[in-house]
């Protein structure tokens, strides 16, 4: 069972990979939700040293930004072998 943490959104690494994927449109619809509902899923990031890499929920991580948050709830993944 994955426990939820709170994280510093200062400390999550996007990969620029993932960086390519982001729509402003939908990072203004989820930050209006989360204004509203508060953050309903928390993103996916695993350990790397003294950060956190996402996985998963960039347009999360951006909206919270955007709101001016400081923390943001997450779920600690595993890294997947190679």
Same mark, same amino acid.
């Given at each position: 069972?994955?426990?939820?943490?709170?994280?510093?959104? %200062?400390?999550?690494?996007?990969?620029?990979?993932?960086?390519?994927?982001?729509?402003?449109?939908?990072?203004?619809?989820?930050?209006?939700?989360?204004?509203?509902?508060?953050?309903?899923?928390?993103? *996916?990031?695993?350990?790397?040293?003294?950060?956190?890499?996402?996985?998963?929920?960039?347009?999360? *991580?951006?909206?919270?930004?955007? *709101?001016?948050?400081?923390?943001?709830? %997450?779920?600690?993944?595993?890294?997947?072998?190679?």
């Amino acid at each position: 069972m994955m426990k939820r943490q709170t994280l510093a959104i %200062a400390d999550v690494y996007v990969p620029v990979r993932r960086r390519h994927t982001l729509d402003p449109h939908k990072v203004a619809a989820l930050a209006e939700s989360i204004m509203e509902k508060g953050q309903q899923a928390p993103i *996916l990031v695993r350990p790397d040293g003294s950060r956190f890499v996402l996985v998963e929920g960039l347009h999360r *991580l951006e909206a919270c930004k955007a *709101l001016g948050e400081a923390t943001i709830a %997450a779920y600690f993944v595993q890294a997947r072998q190679h």
